[in-house]
Structure formats: C-alpha cells, structure tokens
C-alpha cells in the first residue's frame, strides 16, 4: 500500500451502532437477529466511492461466515469530503453472542482503490452476560 493509499484509507471513519432485535428473531429454534447501522464518515479532501464490503461474521461458537457483494444495501453510495453516509442492515446468527467485522473496497475520484476497515464490533442478546 503507498502513502496516498494510506492516506485515503486514514480519511475514511467507519461507526456501527448493532442492535438487537427481539421482534424479528425466534429463540426457540437459535435465530437471534441483529440489526446495525453504518456511518462512514469522509474525513479527508478527496471524494470516494463505495465499491463492494466484505464482512466476517463470527458466532458464539466460532463459526465463520463471510459476506461479499457489490455495494451495501443496493448502493455504491459517493461520498464527498466532509460527507457522512448513513444506511441499517442486518444479521442473523444461531447463537446469542457474535462479532462482525471486515473492509469496504473504496476508490477516489482520481482512481486510486483503497479499503476502508471495519473495526470488529458485538453482536450482543440483551441477556446474554447476566
């Protein structure tokens, strides 16, 4: 990786916000549904593009599954400087407790593709530390 696609990579700040949703998930049969909002904040000078994610979705018993695709819920959202882009989605695990984590491929307007990294964050039932 060069410096400007460190730098790039520097500008972008991801945030996710998980939550549980009781409504949606069936415990008798191990589907705990989670749902998270992303925010990825452009922090730098140059605007960017959001080409594809990929995440790791771990359970409580260490399972993995990974996730790839074009864009993020039906978008390839661009993003100027000073821009945040906001969207929900969702996971379902069989477990109460899990993790996600993973990188969204990115690309400047001048053509430079970088990742933005998704820092690992809970997927955490509600009663799942008492």
Same mark, same amino acid.
């Given at each position: 990786?060069?410096?400007?696609?460190?730098?790039?990579?520097?500008?972008?700040?991801?945030?996710?916000?998980?939550?549980?949703?009781?409504?949606?998930?069936?415990?008798?049969?191990?589907?705990?549904?989670?749902?998270?909002?992303? %925010? +990825?904040?452009?922090? =730098?000078? /140059?605007?960017? @593009?959001?080409?594809?994610?990929?995440?790791? #979705?771990?359970?409580?018993?260490?399972?993995?599954? %990974? +996730?790839?695709?074009? =864009?993020? /819920?039906?978008? @390839?959202?661009?993003?100027?400087?000073?821009? #945040?882009?906001?969207?929900?989605?969702?996971?379902?695990?069989?477990?109460?407790? =899990?993790?996600?984590?993973?990188?969204?491929?990115?690309?400047?307007?001048?053509?430079?593709?970088?990742?933005?990294?998704?820092?690992?964050?809970?997927?955490?039932?509600?009663?799942?530390?008492?």
């Amino acid at each position: 990786m060069n410096t400007e696609q460190l730098t790039l990579q520097e500008s972008i700040a991801v945030n996710v916000t998980p939550r549980y949703l009781p409504e949606q998930s069936n415990e008798a049969v191990a589907e705990y549904t989670f749902a998270y909002t992303v %925010e +990825i904040a452009n922090l =730098g000078d /140059v605007a960017v @593009q959001l080409l594809a994610r990929h995440w790791i #979705i771990t359970d409580g018993n260490n399972s993995i599954r %990974e +996730i790839e695709g074009e =864009g993020v /819920v039906g978008e @390839q959202p661009h993003i100027k400087p000073g821009e #945040i882009y906001q969207y929900s989605s969702g996971a379902i695990l069989s477990t109460k407790t =899990g993790t996600m984590e993973g990188s969204y491929k990115m690309c400047s307007d001048s053509g430079l593709p970088f990742d933005a990294i998704i820092k690992p964050f809970g997927l955490v039932h509600p009663n799942s530390l008492q």
